[in-house]
Structures are given as C-alpha cells and as structure tokens.
C-alpha cells in the first residue's frame, strides 16, 4: 500500500495550487490532508468520505481550500484558493478504512510522504 503525494510548490500569497495523493494498494474509505509547519505539530486540514458526501475541514482553512476524490483513480485532491504564508508547511495525505472521516491524527494508518508548499508573502 502507498500514498504518492503531488502538486506542491512555491506560490505568491493570494494564489492557487491543486495538491493530489493517489493510492495504490487497496481503496480506503476516507481519505484526508494534514499538514505540519517547521516547529508545529501536525494538524488537521481536511477530510473526505468515500462518496464525497461528507468533507470536514479545519477552521483555517474553511472557505479557501476544497477536498475531493475520483474513486476510479483512487485519488484525492486539495485545491487551495487565497493562501497565505501561514500555509506555508509539508502536507501529508492520510487514508483509512473507516468510513466516518475523523480529524485526528491517530485515526489514519496509512500516511504518504509529504509535498511542500511555500507561500510567499
């Protein structure tokens, strides 16, 4: 099982970037993003059920980013509009075979390998 994370980058402040995680291995219930800034714990940004009914975000990020998942390609996506340099931190994919989406860390058991991105002020 892997967890292949893409899509980060360095952006300006205001800008976009779409970051995607595709699964191989097996298909997992819920799927979600954390991310962790240098010197900060890792914390929750968002997470998506299997059929995409149920998205859970965290505060930060509510109304900026957008979770979502194509299930024939065993993918999930995190489009962030309006960042900020406060966004700035390495993003992990997560995915369990839980089916209630959950924010906590201890939730997920499987976790890939991260993608940067900087946001400059």
């Known amino acids: 099982v892997q967890l292949q994370a893409f899509g980060g980058g360095l952006v300006q402040a205001g800008g976009s970037l779409r970051l995607s995680c595709a699964a191989s291995?097996?298909?997992?219930?819920?799927m979600a993003w954390f991310r962790q800034a240098p010197g900060k714990e890792r914390e929750f940004v968002s997470a998506?059920?299997?059929?995409?009914?149920?998205?859970y975000y965290g505060e930060y990020v509510k109304g900026r980013f957008a979770i979502s998942r194509d299930n024939a390609k065993n993918t999930v996506y995190l489009q962030m509009n309006s960042l900020k340099p406060e966004d700035t931190a390495v993003y992990y994919c997560?995915?369990?075979?839980?089916?209630?989406?959950?924010?906590?860390?201890?939730?997920?058991?499987?976790w890939g390998q991260g993608t940067q991105v900087t946001v400059s002020s």
């Open positions: 997560a995915a369990d075979q839980q089916v209630q989406p959950t924010t906590k860390r201890g939730g997920y058991a499987y």
């Open positions: 291995g097996r298909t997992f219930s819920t």
């Open positions: 998506i059920s299997w059929y995409g009914d149920r998205t």
